[in-house]
Protein backbone atom coordinates (compact mmCIF):
# COMPACT_ATOMS: atom_id res chain seq x y z
CA UNK A 1 0.00 0.00 0.00
CA UNK A 2 1.40 3.47 -1.28
CA UNK A 3 2.16 5.72 1.37
CA UNK A 4 2.62 9.61 1.53
CA UNK A 5 6.50 10.55 3.52
CA UNK A 6 7.60 13.58 4.92
CA UNK A 7 11.39 14.07 5.74
CA UNK A 8 12.05 17.01 8.01
CA UNK A 9 15.01 18.31 9.33
CA UNK A 10 17.03 21.53 9.58
CA UNK A 11 19.55 22.82 7.25
CA UNK A 12 22.72 21.03 6.09
CA UNK A 13 21.19 17.53 7.05
CA UNK A 14 21.46 15.87 3.64
CA UNK A 15 17.61 16.06 2.65
CA UNK A 16 18.47 16.46 -0.73
CA UNK A 17 21.33 14.13 -1.26
CA UNK A 18 18.89 11.20 0.77
CA UNK A 19 15.85 12.05 -1.93
CA UNK A 20 19.00 11.84 -4.81
CA UNK A 21 19.87 8.45 -3.49
CA UNK A 22 16.71 7.06 -3.25
CA UNK A 23 15.32 8.12 -6.79
CA UNK A 24 18.69 6.08 -7.74
CA UNK A 25 17.77 3.18 -6.02
CA UNK A 26 14.47 2.51 -7.49
CA UNK A 27 16.07 3.17 -11.10
CA UNK A 28 18.81 0.53 -10.56
CA UNK A 29 15.56 -1.73 -10.28
CA UNK A 30 14.17 -0.44 -13.63
CA UNK A 31 11.51 1.74 -12.21
CA UNK A 32 10.24 5.32 -13.43
CA UNK A 33 10.82 8.17 -10.49
CA UNK A 34 8.89 11.55 -11.05
CA UNK A 35 10.85 14.41 -9.06
CA UNK A 36 9.28 17.61 -8.05
CA UNK A 37 10.83 20.92 -7.37
CA UNK A 38 9.32 24.03 -6.74
CA UNK A 39 9.76 26.85 -9.53
CA UNK A 40 10.87 29.26 -7.09
CA UNK A 41 14.07 27.15 -7.07
CA UNK A 42 16.19 27.98 -9.67
CA UNK A 43 19.64 27.94 -8.20
CA UNK A 44 21.18 24.67 -10.13
CA UNK A 45 19.16 25.93 -13.47
CA UNK A 46 15.80 24.95 -14.38
CA UNK A 47 13.96 21.46 -13.44
CA UNK A 48 17.82 20.89 -11.51
CA UNK A 49 18.15 19.08 -8.06
CA UNK A 50 21.62 19.08 -6.38
CA UNK A 51 22.67 18.28 -3.17
CA UNK A 52 25.59 20.15 -1.82
CA UNK A 53 27.90 17.12 -1.86
CA UNK A 54 27.75 17.43 -5.72
CA UNK A 55 24.80 14.84 -6.46
CA UNK A 56 22.03 15.99 -9.24
CA UNK A 57 19.16 15.18 -11.13
CA UNK A 58 16.83 16.62 -13.50
CA UNK A 59 13.61 17.25 -11.98
CA UNK A 60 9.87 18.61 -13.14
CA UNK A 61 9.40 22.55 -12.05
CA UNK A 62 6.23 22.87 -10.56
CA UNK A 63 4.59 26.52 -9.72
CA UNK A 64 2.33 27.55 -6.44
CA UNK A 65 -0.73 27.13 -8.33
CA UNK A 66 -0.31 24.02 -9.95
CA UNK A 67 -2.70 21.29 -9.38
CA UNK A 68 0.14 17.87 -8.64
CA UNK A 69 -2.55 15.11 -8.93
CA UNK A 70 -2.99 16.50 -12.16
CA UNK A 71 0.44 16.99 -13.06
CA UNK A 72 1.35 13.42 -11.96
CA UNK A 73 -1.85 11.76 -14.46
CA UNK A 74 -0.07 13.94 -17.56
CA UNK A 75 3.27 12.61 -16.68
CA UNK A 76 1.90 9.21 -16.37
CA UNK A 77 0.30 9.12 -19.65
CA UNK A 78 2.93 10.60 -21.13
CA UNK A 79 5.43 7.93 -20.19
CA UNK A 80 4.18 5.24 -18.58
CA UNK A 81 3.65 3.88 -15.38
CA UNK A 82 5.25 5.61 -12.23
CA UNK A 83 6.59 4.27 -9.21
CA UNK A 84 7.04 6.74 -7.09
CA UNK A 85 7.00 10.89 -6.68
CA UNK A 86 9.82 12.59 -4.85
CA UNK A 87 9.13 16.34 -3.87
CA UNK A 88 12.48 18.53 -2.99
CA UNK A 89 11.92 21.45 -0.71
CA UNK A 90 8.92 20.51 0.33
CA UNK A 91 8.04 23.35 2.59
CA UNK A 92 6.96 25.54 -0.07
CA UNK A 93 3.48 23.51 -0.84
CA UNK A 94 0.81 25.12 -0.55
CA UNK A 95 -1.76 23.34 1.64
CA UNK A 96 -3.84 22.24 -1.62
CA UNK A 97 -0.76 21.11 -3.00
CA UNK A 98 0.16 18.40 0.13
CA UNK A 99 -3.71 17.59 -0.53
CA UNK A 100 -2.96 16.57 -3.92
CA UNK A 101 0.06 14.76 -2.86
CA UNK A 102 -2.35 12.50 -0.73
CA UNK A 103 -4.22 12.05 -3.43
CA UNK A 104 -1.83 10.51 -5.82
CA UNK A 105 -1.16 8.54 -2.95
CA UNK A 106 -4.56 7.04 -2.39
CA UNK A 107 -6.37 7.25 -5.74
CA UNK A 108 -3.22 6.07 -7.92
CA UNK A 109 -1.19 4.13 -5.46
CA UNK A 110 1.55 5.94 -5.72
CA UNK A 111 4.78 6.63 -2.95
CA UNK A 112 5.21 10.17 -2.45
CA UNK A 113 8.73 11.11 -0.60
CA UNK A 114 8.33 14.94 0.54
CA UNK A 115 11.82 16.48 2.16
CA UNK A 116 12.21 19.84 3.52
CA UNK A 117 11.84 22.23 6.27
CA UNK A 118 9.82 22.03 9.24
CA UNK A 119 10.42 25.47 10.42
CA UNK A 120 11.66 28.98 8.86
CA UNK A 121 13.95 31.35 10.19
CA UNK A 122 11.29 32.79 13.09
CA UNK A 123 10.40 28.99 14.44
CA UNK A 124 7.42 29.33 12.34
CA UNK A 125 5.89 26.17 10.72
CA UNK A 126 5.90 26.67 6.59
CA UNK A 127 2.97 25.75 4.90
CA UNK A 128 3.55 22.88 3.01
CA UNK A 129 5.54 21.06 6.67
CA UNK A 130 2.45 22.44 8.71
CA UNK A 131 0.26 19.95 6.50
CA UNK A 132 2.73 17.77 5.68
CA UNK A 133 3.14 17.03 9.51
CA UNK A 134 -0.44 16.87 9.32
CA UNK A 135 -1.40 14.79 6.69
CA UNK A 136 1.68 12.12 6.11
CA UNK A 137 1.26 8.82 6.81
CA UNK A 138 5.08 8.68 8.14
CA UNK A 139 7.01 11.20 9.51
CA UNK A 140 10.91 10.60 9.67
CA UNK A 141 13.49 13.02 10.82
CA UNK A 142 16.77 13.53 9.40
CA UNK A 143 19.61 14.44 11.97
CA UNK A 144 22.22 17.27 12.06
CA UNK A 145 24.17 19.04 14.53
CA UNK A 146 24.48 22.22 16.08
CA UNK A 147 28.03 23.87 16.74
CA UNK A 148 27.50 23.02 20.13
CA UNK A 149 27.08 19.38 19.84
CA UNK A 150 23.70 19.16 20.34
CA UNK A 151 20.95 17.84 17.77
CA UNK A 152 19.92 21.23 15.91
CA UNK A 153 16.24 21.70 15.43
CA UNK A 154 16.03 24.76 14.05
CA UNK A 155 17.34 27.50 11.58
CA UNK A 156 18.55 31.01 12.64
CA UNK A 157 19.21 33.74 9.45
CA UNK A 158 21.70 35.67 9.92
CA UNK A 159 23.53 39.26 8.87
CA UNK A 160 26.69 39.53 7.38
CA UNK A 161 28.48 39.75 10.58
CA UNK A 162 26.45 36.57 12.23
CA UNK A 163 23.79 38.21 14.19
CA UNK A 164 20.48 36.71 13.87
CA UNK A 165 17.87 38.69 11.84
CA UNK A 166 14.46 38.19 13.39
CA UNK A 167 12.09 39.99 10.62
CA UNK A 168 11.67 40.09 6.59
CA UNK A 169 10.15 38.14 4.55
CA UNK A 170 9.85 33.86 5.40
CA UNK A 171 11.61 33.13 1.94
CA UNK A 172 14.88 34.42 1.14
CA UNK A 173 18.04 33.18 -0.66
CA UNK A 174 21.14 32.48 1.07
CA UNK A 175 22.96 29.21 2.24
CA UNK A 176 25.82 28.67 5.19
CA UNK A 177 26.63 32.55 4.39
CA UNK A 178 22.87 33.18 5.82
CA UNK A 179 21.25 30.58 6.96
CA UNK A 180 22.90 28.00 10.24
CA UNK A 181 21.17 25.18 11.75
CA UNK A 182 20.99 24.98 15.99
CA UNK A 183 19.40 23.64 18.46
CA UNK A 184 16.27 25.50 19.94
CA UNK A 185 18.62 26.38 23.01
CA UNK A 186 21.09 28.40 20.62
CA UNK A 187 18.20 29.47 18.48
CA UNK A 188 16.94 31.12 22.03
CA UNK A 189 20.22 32.41 22.72
CA UNK A 190 21.17 34.09 19.33
CA UNK A 191 17.58 35.35 18.42
CA UNK A 192 17.84 37.15 21.60
CA UNK A 193 21.24 38.88 20.58
CA UNK A 194 23.06 37.44 23.20
CA UNK A 195 26.03 35.61 21.09
CA UNK A 196 26.89 35.61 16.85
CA UNK A 197 27.28 33.27 14.57
CA UNK A 198 30.87 31.96 12.92
CA UNK A 199 29.20 32.30 9.10
CA UNK A 200 30.92 29.64 6.69
CA UNK A 201 30.50 30.17 2.72
CA UNK A 202 29.10 27.57 1.18
CA UNK A 203 30.66 25.12 -1.43
CA UNK A 204 27.72 25.30 -3.27
CA UNK A 205 24.94 28.20 -3.81
CA UNK A 206 22.46 26.58 -1.54
CA UNK A 207 19.46 29.16 -0.77
CA UNK A 208 16.29 29.21 0.29
CA UNK A 209 16.89 27.39 4.00
CA UNK A 210 18.13 24.71 2.12
Known sequence: MAKLYFYYSAMNAG?????LQ???NYHERGMRTL????ALDNRYGDGVVASRIGLKANARRFGGGENLLTLVE???AAHGALHCVFVDEAQFLAKSQVWQLSDVVDKLNIPVLAFGLRTDFRGELFEGSRYLLAWADNLEEIKTICHTGRK????VRVDERGRAVTEGPQVE??????????????????????????????VLPLGKNR
Do not use: C, H, W
Open 173 to 202: IGGNDRYVSVSRAEFKKISEGSGRIELQQS
Open 22 to 24: SAY
Open 15 to 19: KTTTL
Open 35 to 38: ILTP
Open 152 to 155: ATMV
Open 74 to 76: VDI
